[in-house]
């Protein structure tokens, strides 16, 4: 079974650029959370959506933005990109919304704002 | 105070030693709790997952929670170099739907 896929796996930006980061999840899953993993800071909750929708985010600004697709896929955009917005974006997908929040990663996609 | 602490460590060991790993947390809401283990350049995996309060065994990994202290702890018995990685300790509240928080993860380096 394939894990949750995330890309690209590495991406440079300058600041004031704009990003896109991409999200596969595991076969089955409807529920997709981000995570941004900024150095110092451990795992810190972006976005949930599931089953197309925005269900909940985390204390972040609004140039933080996603979307999920039929497919389950989902996107995360930033835009205006900020030399503090350089950390790792974790993609995590899980099955449903009953019982208990197990979440099963991507590998991540290494943001870098020069 | 922040809803999860966690020493971010780092902590070298022997090989052999047994580790304690902790987190204290303030939310007395949370139910679920679970530790991920997180190597180099990869996303975090699950390692044990509790809910509510008591102990979870899996082969060398011990995972307690004392709910009454609001504080977890993982063992790691007769630990070995391919432990080397941080520990994240994470939790929720009941209903399952709502988000994970984390602490900060522990740097864990377990020397030959």
């Known amino acids: 079974e394939a894990g949750v896929t995330q890309s690209p796996t590495h991406l440079i930006k300058t600041r004031g650029q704009q990003a896109t980061l991409r999200c596969s999840p595991i076969s089955g899953h409807t529920s997709v959370y981000w995570y941004q993993q900024a150095l110092g800071l451990g795992l810190q909750f972006l976005l949930w959506y599931d089953e197309g929708e925005e269900r909940n985010r985390g204390n972040f600004p609004p140039r933080f933005s996603g979307r999920q697709f039929p497919n389950y896929s989902s996107e995360l955009n930033v835009n205006a990109l900020e030399l503090e917005d350089s950390a790792l974006y974790l993609c995590?997908?899980?099955?449903?919304?009953?019982?208990?929040?197990?979440?099963?990663f991507g590998a991540g996609s290494r943001l870098t704002v020069l | 105070q922040k809803e999860v602490e966690q020493d971010p460590g780092p902590l070298s060991v022997p090989e052999g030693a047994i580790v304690s790993l902790n987190c204290t947390y303030s939310?007395?809401?949370?139910?679920?709790f679970m530790w991920y283990r997180q190597y180099s350049r990869k996303g975090p995996e699950l390692l044990m997952y509790t809910y509510s309060s008591g102990n979870k065994e899996d082969g060398r990994f011990t995972a307690q929670v004392d709910k009454s202290s609001k504080y977890i702890s993982l063992f790691i018995r007769d630990s070995q170099p391919s432990d080397s990685a941080t520990y994240l300790c994470?939790?929720?509240?009941?209903?399952?739907?709502?988000?994970?928080?984390f602490g900060k993860g522990m740097k864990l380096t377990v020397n030959p």
């Open positions: 994470a939790m929720t509240t009941q209903g399952g739907s709502e988000k994970l928080v």
């Open positions: 939310n007395s809401a949370f139910q679920y």
């Open positions: 995590a997908s899980r099955t449903g919304t009953t019982g208990a929040n197990v979440l099963t």
